[in-house]
């Protein structure tokens, strides 16, 4: 009955389809794996974000390895005391809402240690960065008192110069900046939270939702059922026709 699903074209159609079933429930298990990713890191970003602020020291010490390198600072809350130094340089690609722009990057000289850390002041849009003057985009001058959360520097990245006097980069790459700067900077920035000038948007934190990977992993493990039940249908299906084929084609062959 089932001896056309030894074809070799059948075969082939056996492999094919347990290659694609098997491949909708791996893209299933990897959404589940997404999900759970994006709920940990929601939860980091709620327990550190949200923590009563701490100096920059104390949180580079509490990341600090054996080696000296810094685990994982992303989102712990700081607070700084400090002067801008008053040159600024954009952190190009960036969006909010939709909408093109850079951040607005400026180093920033700590009173109790007289250490320079790389704070990201706010997001501007893109017409601001094309038209925008250096002076309208300055830092605030004198003593601030600044909140916001720490992130590590990315790599890569390339410079762009001569839109009003500041410089752009396209990537938050802290050890590039700290060389244009000729600063000594730790490889981490901080993302201003508090407070925000009127001109600047504060870089938003990210989704905190679970995202669309649970529905992503249904639909995949749906599709990967259907396949696993429907092609054997499909196979029992052209069984019994060639079955009836057989019986129809022997009952000629004998006329009474």
Known sequence: MYSFARQPKWLLSHLLVLALVGSM?????????RLSDRKATNELIEGRADARPVSLDAALAGERRADGTLDDVRYLSVELQ???????????NRSYQGAPGSWLATPFVLDETGETVLVVRGFVGRATVLNGTAEELAAPTGTQQL???LQPGAGGGAFAQGREGIAGVSRPNVAAIADYYEVAMENVYVQLES???????????PDATNGSHLSYAVQWFV?????????????RRRATAGGDDETRGGASSHPA
């Open 82 to 92: 400090g002067e801008y130094v008053q040159e600024s340089i954009f952190i190009d």
């Open 223 to 235: 599709f990967a059922l259907i396949g696993a039940v429907g092609y054997p249908l499909i196979l």
């Open 195 to 205: 407070p925000i000038e009127p001109t600047l948007t504060v870089v938003p934190r």
């Open 147 to 149: 909140v916001g959360l």
């Open 25 to 33: 429930i791996g893209a299933g298990v990897w959404q589940l794996q």
